[in-house]
């Protein structure tokens, strides 16, 4: 009989058994969603070797994160929490997987109020395959624009990753499952696109990558500055400003990027077709050059690689 090995994840300084990381039910956090996270990706880049794709970018953001919810004294350093990260993928035997470090409040007073109950720091970690489907990424995903939308930035901020903030999300992506749809895709509060549930937003028109200015209510995708980069070195203009659904649904190609969607094509927004209805030739030559980096084949781009050895 094979018995599986025990998952371990690293929690305040040591890796345990996910079995003894148990939390307190009157854990602050899980009742009123104040916590900051990230989603991060490593890729396998040789026999028993994988990357960790912009682990220094990412653990950056989320120490933002904390410091726009007043998580301010943290007792842990930038480089000890990526050190954390390639620790967990280790303890894991994981040379390609998702890593998710969450920085939680802890048990102790009970109220909206507490200010003093314990921070925490937990990261897990796990094998995920394609976030919107292998057939999505190949073809192209249905979607559609959200009743929903996203948050201003005098609401839930964003540009931290909480916890507590992705209920907008779920939702818009629940009401777009239920009508047949695998993703949402969400306006702002002045009526521009502002990004997907998770993902960023791309659109090809007439040549020229476009994507929403990051004060249009989204998350500074690191996928999304990935992405702005590549194509910038392939020679393809690129813009950031605000559109409109209309336009939107005109464009010639439309695409989200994340960190575990990766590079997903949309192939229709509201059953409208976009472009020829699959994946363009714009969206597939930035899929392709996204994997090449993520996967350390592209040696211009080693920079954003955190190698480690299982
Ligand atoms: C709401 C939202 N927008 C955009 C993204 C993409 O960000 P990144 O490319 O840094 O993963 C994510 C995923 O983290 C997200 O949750």
């Given at each position: 009989m094979v018995t599986k090995a025990p998952v371990r994840v690293w929690r305040d300084g040591e890796l345990i058994d996910e079995e003894a990381a148990r939390f307190p039910h009157l854990t602050h956090t899980f009742h009123y969603g104040l916590g900051a996270f990230e989603g991060i990706r490593a890729y396998r880049v040789g026999e028993g070797q994988g990357a960790v794709f912009r682990l220094r970018e990412h653990i950056a953001r989320?120490?933002?994160?904390?410091?726009?919810?007043?998580?301010?004294?943290?007792?842990?350093?930038?480089?000890?929490?990526?050190?954390?990260?390639?620790?967990?993928?280790?303890?894991?035997?994981?040379?390609?997987?998702?890593?998710?470090?969450?920085?939680?409040?802890?048990?102790?007073?009970?109220?909206?109020?507490?200010?003093?109950?314990?921070?925490?720091?937990?990261?897990?970690?796990?094998?995920?395959?394609?976030?919107?489907?292998?057939?999505?990424?190949?073809?192209?995903?249905?979607?559609?624009?959200?009743?929903?939308?996203?948050?201003?930035?005098?609401?839930?901020?964003?540009?931290?990753?909480?916890?507590?903030?992705?209920?907008?999300?779920?939702?818009?992506?629940?009401?777009?499952?239920?009508?047949?749809?695998?993703?949402?895709i969400l306006l702002n509060e002045q009526g521009f696109v502002s990004e997907a549930t998770g993902e960023n937003l791309f659109m090809v028109s007439r040549g020229k990558l476009i994507t929403p200015p990051l004060s249009a209510n989204i998350l500074a995708g690191i996928t999304r500055a990935t992405i702005l980069e590549l194509a910038h070195d392939a020679g393809i203009p690129t813009e950031e400003r605000f559109f409109a659904r209309d336009e939107l649904y005109l464009a010639d190609e439309v695409f989200l990027t994340g960190t575990a969607a990766e590079v997903t094509p949309v192939r229709s927004i509201d059953r409208r077709r976009i472009g020829a209805g699959r994946r363009g030739p714009v969206t597939e030559q930035l899929q392709s050059a996204f994997f090449r980096a993520a996967r350390g084949e592209d040696s211009r781009y080693a920079r954003w690689l955190t190698p480690f050895s299982l």
């Open positions: 989320l120490l933002q994160s904390c410091h726009l919810i007043t998580f301010q004294d943290l007792h842990y350093s930038a480089a000890q929490l990526e050190q954390a990260c390639v620790e967990t993928l280790r303890a894991n035997g994981l040379a390609a997987g998702y890593l998710r470090p969450v920085v939680y409040l802890g048990a102790g007073t009970m109220g909206i109020g507490a200010t003093n109950n314990p921070i925490h720091y937990l990261i897990a970690a796990w094998e995920w395959g394609a976030y919107l489907g292998e057939e999505g990424m190949r073809e192209g995903i249905d979607t559609q624009i959200s009743s929903l939308r996203r948050p201003s930035h005098n609401g839930v901020m964003s540009k931290a990753k909480l916890t507590g903030g992705y209920i907008n999300s779920i939702l818009a992506k629940r009401e777009a499952i239920a009508n047949g749809f695998k993703e949402a």
